[in-house]
């Protein structure tokens, strides 16, 4: 009897089923993963909003204590940038906090910490809070190249921004955050990396400042509810 390669009409039904029943299969663990991922966007959105939302109210409410404590400060009430113009933290090219920088640290830490951790989902949500020096990008004397100028003024940024740590522990912010602020806390020299421009041009005196920023741990990204200290 002649074998030939031609399959039954039993046999293409079956495989017909088979690849149907594959198809389907293949479909519902598609349809599955689909509705599992949206679930999981939808989950992450919604606490990401949520987070930012109260990121918002904080600011907002930082901007009115600032206000009946009489300091001067421009607040972004969308990104929760906070501007802190004319303050003296630092003399030129030094990382000792001046007289005035620390009577308005004095004032300004306590409110800015204590809004912070009174929003129960805002304290829950924050990865670290970091503190960041900058300076302008002016030169040092007897350094040649930028590199050496770039390291030199990474060194300053780094102090500036950890003599605002420390002293940033010492104000009279509500103690029993202590341990949670300890864990978050983050120091970060920034050198003349992130210039302020005014018109095209390098502002030197916007350039030299301490940011302080909360990173959210919804997202990753570094929120901007923050302050920019400029030093003369």
């Known amino acids: 009897?002649?074998?030939?390669?031609?399959?039954?009409?039993?046999?293409?039904?079956?495989?017909n089923i088979f690849w149907t029943t594959m198809a389907d299969l293949m479909l519902g663990l598609a349809i599955i993963f689909m509705t599992l991922f949206v679930f999981a966007m939808t989950g992450f959105t919604q606490e990401t909003l949520k987070v930012q939302q109260t990121q918002i109210q904080a600011s907002q409410e930082i901007v009115e204590k600032l206000k009946e404590a009489q300091i001067d400060a421009e607040?972004?009430?969308?990104?929760?940038n906070v501007k802190i113009s004319n303050l003296e933290l630092?003399?030129?090219?030094s990382y000792q906090l001046s007289p005035k920088g620390k009577a308005y640290l004095d004032k300004f830490i306590p409110i800015y910490l204590d809004t912070i951790y009174s929003k129960e989902v805002l304290k829950d949500g924050i990865a670290n809070i970091i503190i960041e020096g900058h300076t302008d990008s002016q030169s040092f004397a007897g350094l040649k190249t930028k590199d050496?100028?770039?390291?030199?003024?990474?060194?300053l940024s780094l102090l500036r921004a950890n003599s605002v740590a420390q002293y940033a522990l010492r104000t009279n912010y509500d103690k029993?955050?202590?341990?949670a602020l300890r864990k978050m806390l983050v120091v970060e020299g920034k050198s003349f990396s992130d210039p302020v421009l005014v018109d095209g041009k390098e502002d030197f005196?916007?350039?030299?400042?301490?940011?302080l920023k909360i990173r959210v741990k919804a997202n990753n990204f570094a929120s901007a509810l923050g302050l920019n200290f400029?030093?003369?």
């Open 176 to 179: 029993k955050n202590s341990e």
């Open 75 to 80: 607040v972004d009430k969308l990104t929760g």
């Open 148 to 155: 050496q100028q770039f390291a030199k003024n990474m060194e």
């Open 205 to 211: 005196d916007k350039s030299r400042r301490v940011e």
């Open 1 to 15: 009897m002649a074998i030939t390669g031609k399959k039954t009409v039993h046999e293409e039904a079956a495989d």
């Open 230 to 232: 400029n030093s003369d």
């Open 90 to 93: 630092f003399e030129l090219n």
